[in-house]
């Protein structure tokens, strides 16, 4: 049986992509087989290749322009016949091209239930709106910012006394769970883009 080929793409410190080199690297048929990153320092790289996994960086500045960049991009994820692309703390907006090359074949995660609070500091201002519960989204990649249909999500309570940190380090653990949840799931082929829907994901028992 071929394996599930995953890309992760992050730029900073990798604890998402940690959690899945941990959980599903090298299980049911589940492989990482590429890391790319925006930041050429960025630790998560350095996780990659202690675990022997091929990576490259696509710094903003080598590229004309961001479309330039994503092209360079996709092409090397092409050549390594990747199946799904995983955003994994990835800082950088994806160009049109980059998504319809690999339409429902990549996911983020996100720290709130979308559609509430999509885009930067999404904690800061759930807790700036004074909400007493947010949570975590692992979603398809579609063309707009934090926009596309929705594969999982999870509750998280905000801390009676607001505290970020306590309410960072629960969003992060939860991250850690959700999304090597997801690509289970996707890998597995209980999970896809409803056809007749594609507001909604399909989840197979």
Do not use: C
Request: proline share 6%.
């Amino acid at each position: 049986m071929s394996s599930f080929r995953v890309a992760v793409l992050a730029s900073g410190a990798g604890t998402n992509l940690q959690a899945i080199l941990d959980q599903v690297h090298g299980r049911n048929g589940i492989e990482v087989v590429a890391v790319g990153s925006d930041k050429p320092a960025a630790p998560a790289l350095e996780r990659a290749a202690d675990a022997g996994i091929e990576t490259a960086t696509f710094a903003s500045q080598r590229f004309a322009d961001r479309g330039a960049r994503d092209l360079a991009l996709a092409d090397w994820l092409t050549e390594r016949e990747v199946d799904l692309v995983v955003l994994a703390g990835y800082m950088q907006l994806l160009s049109r091209d980059f998504v319809r090359r690999f339409e429902n074949r990549i996911v983020n995660v996100h720290p709130a239930l979308l559609p509430s609070f999509p885009g930067l500091d999404a904690i800061g201002r759930a807790l700036e709106h004074g909400v007493w519960v947010t949570g975590v989204t692992v979603h398809f990649v579609d063309e707009g910012m934090d926009s596309g249909p929705i594969l999982l999500q999870r509750p998280v309570p905000v801390p009676p006394d607001r505290n970020r940190e306590a309410l960072e380090a629960e969003i992060h653990r939860i991250e850690h769970l959700l999304l090597p949840e997801g690509i289970r799931l996707i890998a597995a082929g209980r999970a896809r883009v409803d056809e007749s829907n594609p507001r909604r994901v399909r989840i197979d028992p």
